[in-house]
């Protein structure tokens, strides 16, 4: 009986309300339904990171082929130079490709300093 009793007041709020007043009242309520209707698709989106960037397209090609077999998602973005991934699978992506040995080619890292013997000279890194 309560419910029928909040409805006829609403009812009767409402009848009493200005044509202005329930445009108002629909227009927020339709905001934000719509609100809440594009916070559950962009939160329901995967969000995707950086698997490889600055990659040779040779390197990139291998890459979308190990991704294609192992069924994970991706994305081509700087012209085909970056991958992306899904955030929760850049990891595992990228220990699956390094069993693999790829990529191949890339800039110098830490394994620069496995070539050095330390207290040699330029001029005779080049020498030998």
Known sequence: MADSASTAGFI???AS????QRMVII???GAVVAAAIVAGVVGSRAG?????SGLAAEDAGQILEKLDQNGVP???TAGGSTI???RGSVYSARIQLATDGIPRSGTVGFEVFDRSVFGMTEFLQ???
């Open 12 to 14: 009767k709020k409402w």
């Open 17 to 20: 309300m200005s044509p202005g």
């Open 27 to 29: 227009g927020t309520v």
């Open 48 to 52: 995707y990171s950086v698997l490889y």
């Open 74 to 76: 991706y994305r081509i």
């Open 84 to 86: 992306m991934v899904p």
């Open 126 to 128: 080049k020498v030998v």
